[in-house]
């Protein structure tokens, strides 16, 4: 029976093609015993770590020369689905010839980069992601279980949610990364707030500093106001180089700005305006317009009206606009 029989085939299109060979084929999967840590010259140590509330497990091996803190060698055991296997993979090569203290740097975002096939291209589907997370707690289990110290010790951000162990930097680098909009897209990414509930709003069994809600706003007022300055810096960088631009880009800005600036004033009175051409007559753009409707026939059109066209144009376009009726 075919796969796409057994299974929609679509979904393996979420799947990296690292991630399936990694399932198929796990290169860093397998133990080390004391004899070969004996024989590689190094101290071996043995992590476990589980999560219960969906049932996979990863158990570490590490052999350290402990001279230099260097990890010699690195495997696992997982106990779990084939994505837990994916990443756990990931993560002892990932581990393999650093140092412990740079070992506990690694983050589940690391895991899950280190399983793309292209940098933009998210390695699992969402509701995997908590995978990378499991393979990213074992790490500072097996650094705590060798420097003698309790694991929470390596934790230097806040962890907002307990059950999945996820960070708040790491729900902050999500939602930026991915463009996240709802809590539920962040539960899909990072696994927060898909077990006991209590991080994703106040109410919950236990009392939060910061919630899933809190940490969403926040991240989406920032990525909104960058935005607009964007937006607001690329005006600006428009506008000053207008001699650079070609006519039409040069008629579209102007263009803009009397829709916004001009045009409704002139619309109020029953009249309006086109734009007939622009001419460069250094040091000047000549601007030829039309008034339309009840304009074409108002003197004011050639004074007072003209004048404040051209006053808005050279603040917001280019300063040596000139603007001449026809």
């Given at each position: 029976m075919?796969?796409?029989?057994?299974?929609?085939?679509?979904?393996?299109?979420?799947?990296?093609?690292?991630?399936?060979?990694?399932?198929?084929?796990?290169?860093?999967?397998g133990e080390i015993t004391e004899e070969r840590a004996k024989e590689l010259g190094g101290k071996l140590i043995i992590a476990d770590f589980g999560a219960e509330s969906c049932g996979d497990a990863v158990r570490l091996y590490w052999c350290i020369e402990e001279g230099t803190?260097?990890?010699?060698?690195?495997?696992?055991?997982?106990?779990?689905?084939?994505?837990?296997?994916?990443?756990?993979?990931?993560?002892?090569?990932?581990?393999?010839g650093k140092t412990v203290d740079e070992a506990?740097?690694?983050t589940n975002i690391d895991v899950e980069k280190a399983l793309r096939?292209?940098?933009?291209?998210?390695?699992?589907?969402?509701?995997?992601?908590?995978?990378?997370?499991?393979?990213?707690?074992?790490?500072k289990k097996a650094a705590a279980t060798y420097?003698?110290?309790?694991?929470?010790?390596?934790?230097?951000?806040?962890?907002?949610?307990?059950?999945?162990?996820?960070?708040?930097g790491t729900?902050?680098?999500?939602?930026?990364?991915?463009?996240?909009?709802?809590?539920?897209?962040?539960?899909d990414y990072t696994k927060a707030g898909a077990f006991c509930k209590s991080c994703i709003k106040p109410g919950g069994h236990e009392?939060?500093?910061?919630?899933?809600?809190?940490i969403l706003n926040d991240v989406r007022a920032e990525m909104e106001q960058e935005k607009l300055k964007e937006a607001a810096d690329a005006s600006a960088a428009g506008s000053s180089t207008f001699d650079k631009m070609t006519i039409v880009q040069r008629i579209k800005i102007i263009d803009e700005v009397l829709d916004a600036?001009?045009?409704?004033?002139?619309?109020?009175?029953?009249?309006?305006?086109?734009?007939?051409?622009?001419?460069?007559?250094?040091?000047?753009?000549?601007?030829?317009?039309?008034?339309?409707?009840?304009?074409?026939?108002?003197?004011?059109?050639?004074?007072?009206?003209?004048?404040?066209?051209?006053?808005v144009l050279k603040q917001k376009v280019d300063e040596n606009i000139r603007v001449l009726p026809i």
């Open positions: 075919a796969k796409n029989d057994l299974i929609s085939g679509s979904i393996w299109d979420e799947y990296s093609n690292q991630v399936i060979r990694r399932m198929d084929d796990p290169t860093h999967q803190n260097k990890i010699l060698e690195s495997k696992f055991k997982s106990f779990g689905c084939g994505t837990a296997i994916a990443s756990s993979d990931a993560m002892a090569e990932l581990c393999e506990v740097k690694i096939d292209h940098p933009d291209v998210p390695a699992v589907p969402p509701q995997k992601m908590h995978c990378s997370v499991m393979a990213y707690d074992v790490i420097k003698g110290v309790d694991m929470e010790s390596f934790e230097t951000e806040v962890i907002i949610c307990e059950c999945a162990r996820v960070t708040l729900i902050q680098e999500v939602v930026r990364l991915n463009d996240l909009k709802t809590v539920e897209e962040i539960t009392e939060k500093d910061i919630y899933l809600v809190d600036d001009i045009r409704p004033m002139l619309m109020m009175d029953g009249g309006n305006m086109e734009i007939i051409d622009i001419k460069e007559n250094m040091p000047f753009y000549d601007l030829y317009i039309r008034y339309l409707g009840a304009c074409s026939g108002c003197a004011s059109g050639d004074t007072g009206t003209l004048y404040a066209i051209e006053s």
